[in-house]
T-cell receptor
Framework: ETGVTQSPTHLIKTRGQQVTLRCSSQ?????VSWYQQALGQGPQFIFQ???????GRGNFPPRFSGLQFPNYSSELNVNALELDDSALYLC?????????????FGAGTRLSVL | SQELEQSPQSLIVQEGKNLTINCTSS?????LYWYKQKYGEGLIFLMM?????EEKSHEKITAKLDEKKQQSSLHITASQPSHAGIYLC???????????FGAGTRLTVKP
């Protein structure tokens, strides 16, 4: 158990819809990173939030957006869903906005876009 | 192409055998992480290596970092069915909080 919780665990949406995924970070952690993992692939970095500010972004379009709240929990929003957005979405929390700090992962949200 | 290449892609070993998984980077490594993932689940942190030549062990798993070769290896001694899963290496190869991962090595341990 990492203390990082994600909700929901599974989600089915149709193309063009919008989705919000949620992540509660481990107690004491102020940084949340989001990843997309397609089947058979390693996780791909979407973005990171550190103390409520975006602190790095991967190669994802603007329709992927996020928020971090004062309690350091975070949301990932995806607009105009495409079939290729079907994946396992993982969040990871850490202490400090740098990859030198160990990231602890949640169990993920499985998103299916039909 | 992947910036972090893992080999082999999959591995099937008999219980009790030793095995090694490799992770090679095309760029300078600023820290190297090893994680284990059960299918469709989150990643479990195993080890972090930050300095060239560093070696860490936990139970029967040992990881080494060869910074000059931009490579890391994960060695499991006397494998058990509980070692089965997908092993992923991750690294910050741009030193900008962008963690990259390899595609993973799927390990099966036959009893």
């Amino acid at each position: 158990e990492t203390g990082v919780t994600q909700s929901p665990t599974h989600l089915i949406k149709t193309r063009g819809q919008q989705v919000t995924l949620r992540c509660s970070s481990q107690s004491g952690h102020n940084t949340v990173s989001w990843y997309q993992q397609a089947l058979g692939q390693g996780p791909q970095f979407i973005f990171q939030y550190y103390r409520e500010e975006e602190n790095g972004r991967g190669n994802f379009p603007p329709r992927f957006s996020g928020l971090q709240f004062p309690n350091y929990s975070s949301e990932l929003n995806v607009n105009a869903l495409e079939l290729d957005d079907s994946a396992l979405y993982l969040c990871a929390s850490s202490l400090g906005g740098h990859t030198k700090n160990i990231q602890y992962f949640g169990a993920g949200t499985r998103l299916s876009v039909l | 192409s992947q910036e972090l290449e893992q080999s082999p892609q999959s591995l099937i070993v008999q219980e009790g055998k030793n095995l090694t998984i490799n992770c090679t980077s095309s760029k300078t490594l600023y820290g190297l992480y090893w994680y284990k993932q059960k299918y469709g689940e989150g990643l479990i942190f195993l080890m972090m290596l930050q300095k060239g030549g560093e070696e860490k062990s936990h139970e029967k798993i040992t990881a080494k970092l060869d910074e000059k070769k931009q490579q890391s290896s994960l060695h499991i001694t006397a494998s058990q069915p509980s070692h089965a899963g997908i092993y992923l290496c991750g690294a910050d190869i741009r030193n900008n909080n962008d963690m990259r991962f390899g595609a993973g090595t799927r390990l099966t341990v036959k009893p």
